[in-house]
């Protein structure tokens, strides 16, 4: 490398004893109107070694070294105090400097693809630090002041040999995505709830034998937990964790999956693939947001491997029927169906509606024009109709309740809860009431009113029904 490249932000003596008055260059090209250098790539070459004189390059920011055959960096980057990025990623280094672990500014550090054995615990120094990945290297611990690095979001460790994570990871609070994938683990902490805004988990190919309850942990949206040896799902994992969309637990020794996965009702991936389950709970159907299941590989007794083979729309629709033929049999109805399977039941909470907690599919009944000749449902779900004095829609006020759930971790009401709670009658009754209250907003126009009788649609439902049946279904 050009030894002309560490003094670049100092003009050379022939620069600088140019006559002005002959110069022939262009203005933006001068020396005295250059710009210092904040950010250098050499990466991709076959560069063994960093010279000492990088220390001249004070206004770096930016630093990408990956891609060579360095063996090691030299102290002087650490008086780079303006470095904020450093990518050392695919060299032949075991250790860094300890000069470097006193950067003050620095933010993001990849050290991936070496031949580190263990992290220096003066890394615990770089309390800026947010991004660090140290994967596809031979670490086998980690050092006990890392969690001293709380302004870390993401700590990708994937491709090592890391046996055990130390007790203070926790305090690392900050902490978006941790990726352990490939490692020896065998157990995770147990207070791993006071990494409250963790939102992936990546935890595939190692030894773990059982899952935390992860309670605290509500921020998570991905639990990759794969090839490893987990036996069960604890059912207090389910509650704990209402925004879990993927769940992956594919290739584990899971013998039953538990009632309890309807609580994870946003839902959307779950795959236990190659484990030895021989029962689906018909829970499953309840999961409205669910849009892949992958059961494969298991010997499931319960379901013909046809109806397996045709995906989870077919699953799903043929667990839902079971639930309701059971209820029936008990002497039940559709209500009584959604009860007691678990299918999910839609909740009132004075007719305050969260749309982040409706599915897709759901018909809504909000309808913000007049039609002259009466009311028409826009809805594509059959309807019934029924001449009525007011006119109103029993989609109308259907949404989750966040706050209940909170309250009851997840669990629907129970019919004579809800006449408890509903003195008044039935959900079409209070819907009737609720309507009018709505006819009589201020701003004409904004819900559909006519003095004259009406038309008013039902949802496939004996009048006095509580609840809603997944549309899905219907």
Same mark, same amino acid.
């Given at each position: 490398m050009p030894k002309r490249l560490y003094d670049i932000n100092e003009a050379d003596a022939d620069s600088k004893a140019v006559n002005l008055e002959q110069l022939t260059i262009k203005e933006e090209d001068a020396w005295w109107n250059q710009v210092p250098l904040n950010n250098l790539d050499l990466s991709s070459n076959t560069l063994t070694h960093i010279s000492p004189k990088i220390e001249n390059l004070q206004s770096l920011t930016v630093l990408t070294l990956h891609d060579n055959a360095l063996v090691e960096l030299p102290p002087e980057i650490g008086k780079l105090e303006k470095l904020v990025r450093l990518n050392v990623s695919h060299n032949k280094l075991s250790q860094l400097p300890r000069a470097m672990y006193s950067l003050p500014e620095l933010r993001h550090l990849n050290i991936s693809y070496n031949e580190f054995v263990e992290l220096n615990p003066d890394i615990s120094d770089l309390?800026?630090?947010?991004?660090?990945?140290?994967?596809?290297?031979?670490?086998?611990?980690?050092?006990?002041?890392?969690?001293?690095? =709380?302004?870390?979001?993401?700590?990708?460790?994937?491709?090592?040999?890391?046996?055990?994570?130390?007790?203070?990871?926790?305090?690392?609070?900050?902490?978006?995505?941790?990726?352990?994938?490939?490692?020896?683990?065998?157990?995770?902490?147990?207070?791993?709830?006071?990494?409250?805004?963790?939102?992936?988990?990546?935890?595939?190919?190692? /030894?773990?034998?059982?899952?935390?309850?992860?309670?605290?942990?509500?921020?998570?949206?991905?639990?990759?937990?794969? %090839?490893?040896?987990?036996?069960?799902?604890? #059912?207090?994992?389910?509650? %704990?964790?209402?925004?879990?969309?993927?769940?992956?637990?594919? /290739?584990?020794?899971?013998?039953?999956?538990? /009632?309890?996965?309807?609580?994870?009702?946003?839902? %959307?991936?779950?795959?236990?693939?190659?484990?030895?389950?021989?029962?689906?709970?018909?829970?499953?159907?309840?999961?409205?947001?669910?849009?892949?299941?992958? =059961?494969?590989?298991?010997?499931?007794?319960?379901?013909?491997?046809?109806?397996?083979?045709?995906?989870?729309?077919?699953?799903? #629709?043929?667990?839902?029927?079971?639930?309701?033929?059971?209820?029936?049999?008990?002497?039940?109805?559709?209500?009584?169906?959604?009860?007691?399977?678990?299918?999910?039941?839609?909740?009132?909470?004075?007719?305050?509606?969260? /749309?982040?907690?409706?599915?897709?599919?759901?018909?809504?009944?909000?309808?913000?024009?007049?039609?002259?000749?009466?009311?028409?449902?826009?809805?594509?779900?059959?309807?019934?109709?029924?001449?009525?004095?007011?006119?109103?829609? =029993?989609?109308?006020?259907?949404?989750?309740?966040?706050e209940y759930d909170r309250q009851t971790q997840g669990r629907i009401y129970e019919p004579e809860n809800y006449q408890q709670q509903h003195q008044n009658g039935s959900l079409r009754s209070l819907f009737v009431q609720q309507q009018q209250q709505r006819m009589e907003y201020p701003y004409p126009g904004y819900f559909m009113y006519q003095q004259q009788q009406q038309q008013q649609f039902s949802y496939e439902q004996d009048p006095s029904s509580r609840s809603a049946v997944h549309p899905r279904w219907v």
């Open positions: 309390h800026m630090l947010e991004f660090l990945d140290g994967g596809h290297n031979n670490i086998q611990s980690l050092p006990g002041g890392i969690g001293f690095l =709380v302004r870390l979001t993401a700590l990708l460790l994937p491709y090592n040999h890391i046996k055990e994570l130390p007790p203070d990871l926790v305090n690392m609070r900050s902490l978006q995505k941790i990726d352990l994938m490939h490692n020896d683990l065998t157990s995770l902490p147990e207070d791993m709830g006071l990494l409250r805004k963790l939102d992936c988990l990546y935890l595939q190919h190692n /030894d773990i034998l059982e899952l935390p309850e992860f309670e605290g942990n509500e921020a998570l949206n991905e639990l990759h937990a794969s %090839n490893n040896f987990i036996k069960i799902i604890p #059912k207090a994992m389910c509650s %704990n964790l209402p925004h879990l969309k993927i769940l992956d637990l594919r /290739d584990n020794k899971i013998t039953e999956l538990p /009632d309890e996965l309807c609580l994870l009702r946003n839902l %959307n991936r779950l795959d236990v693939s190659n484990n030895t389950i021989s029962v689906l709970p018909v829970t499953l159907s309840s999961l409205a947001h669910l849009i892949s299941l992958q =059961v494969e590989g298991n010997p499931i007794k319960t379901i013909r491997r046809d109806i397996l083979q045709c995906g989870t729309t077919r699953i799903l #629709k043929t667990l839902h029927d079971r639930a309701v033929a059971k209820a029936k049999e008990e002497g039940g109805g559709v209500d009584d169906a959604s009860t007691s399977a678990g299918i999910s039941v839609t909740r009132l909470r004075g007719g305050q509606m969260d /749309d982040g907690d409706i599915p897709g599919n759901f018909p809504d009944s909000f309808h913000h024009q007049q039609q002259q000749n009466g009311f028409q449902c826009p809805c594509s779900y059959p309807c019934q109709q029924q001449q009525m004095q007011q006119q109103f829609c =029993v989609y109308e006020p259907l949404r989750n309740c966040q």
